[in-house]
Nanobody, 125 residues
Framework: VQVTESGERLAQVGDSLRLSCTDS????????VGWFRQTPGQEREEDRE????????????WYAESVRGRFTISRDIAANTLYLQMNNLQPEDTAMYYC???????????????WGQGTQVTVSS
C-alpha cells in the first residue's frame, strides 16, 4: 500500500493549485475520504483542521467554512485518487495538507482511519 501526494507547492495570493492523493485503500470499508491541514505551531495530529471530505461511492461533499466556495474536492475511483482543487489561495491557506480516510458526515469529520504523508502548501503575498 502506498500513499502518494503531490510534492511541496508554492503559490501567490489568488493562485490555484491542485493536490492529489493516491491510495489503494480508498473505497474500502465504506470510508469517507478527504483533506486536513495543519498550520505552523500546531504540533499534534489532533490539531489538524478537517477542511473537506466526500463519500467515495456517492460523492457527497462537505467543506469547512474556511474553504467553502474556494476549494473543490473530487475523486477518480478507477485510479484510487483523491483531489483538492484550491482556488483564490490566501496566505492563511499556508499549511501542511494531508489526505485521510475515515468517518465524515454532513457536519464534518468525526474520526480518521489512515493518513497520507502530507504536502506543504505555501502562499505568499
Amino acid at each position: 500500500v502506498q500513499v502518494t501526494e503531490s510534492g511541496e507547492r508554492l503559490a501567490q495570493v489568488g493562485d490555484s493549485l491542485r493536490l492529489s492523493c493516491t491510495d489503494s485503500r480508498f473505497g474500502s470499508h465504506e470510508d469517507a475520504v478527504g483533506w486536513f491541514r495543519q498550520t505552523p505551531g500546531q504540533e499534534r495530529e489532533e490539531d489538524r483542521e478537517g477542511i473537506s471530505c466526500l463519500t467515495w461511492e456517492r460523492g457527497d461533499e462537505w467543506y469547512a467554512e474556511s474553504v467553502r466556495g474556494r476549494f473543490t474536492i473530487s475523486r477518480d475511483i478507477a485510479a484510487n485518487t483523491l483531489y483538492l482543487q484550491m482556488n483564490n489561495l490566501q496566505p492563511e491557506d499556508t499549511a501542511m495538507y494531508y489526505c485521510a480516510a475515515g468517518l465524515c458526515t454532513a457536519s464534518g469529520w468525526i474520526g480518521t482511519n489512515f493518513w497520507g504523508q502530507g504536502t506543504q502548501v505555501t502562499v505568499s503575498s
